[in-house]
């Protein structure tokens, strides 16, 4: 069983940064692409971010110059580095480890989820 821990949710209020964290077994780290997702209350998850295997990065338009995903290769961890939080981007927030490979298909592993919530 593969297991995402991940931390640093937290009440902030509007304006506020935070920053998540994801530690991720090193058979894991080394080769899936990394992700955060988020899901609020009636709503679907989404993906906020992520990250390749080789350091490139995707952004949701809703964060894009607002949030920043980096990875420790030294510590095996995922980073969600949260500037500009408004209201709307209270959610649980999940980490993500994904890979496709033609011959087996998607493999995807998922955290517990760790509560932002911004409010003032």
């Known amino acids: 069983q593969v297991q995402l821990e991940e931390s640093g949710g937290d009440l902030v209020q509007p304006g506020g940064s935070l920053r998540l964290s994801c530690a991720v077994p090193?058979?894991?780290?080394?080769?899936?692409?990394m992700g955060w997702y988020r899901q609020a209350p009636g709503k679907q998850r989404e993906l906020v971010a992520s990250?390749?295997?080789?350091?490139?990065?995707n952004y949701a338009d809703l964060v894009k110059g607002r949030f920043t995903i980096s990875k420790d290769n030294a510590k095996n961890t995922v980073y969600l580095q949260m500037t500009g939080l408004n209201p709307e981007d209270t959610a649980v927030y999940y980490c993500?480890?994904?890979?496709?490979?033609?011959?087996?298909?998607?493999?995807?592993?998922w955290g517990q989820g760790t509560q932002v919530t911004v409010s003032s």
């Open positions: 993500n480890a994904h890979r496709e490979v033609v011959t087996i298909g998607n493999t995807n592993y």
């Open positions: 990250i390749t295997s080789r350091g490139s990065t």
């Open positions: 090193g058979s894991i780290f080394s080769i899936y692409t």
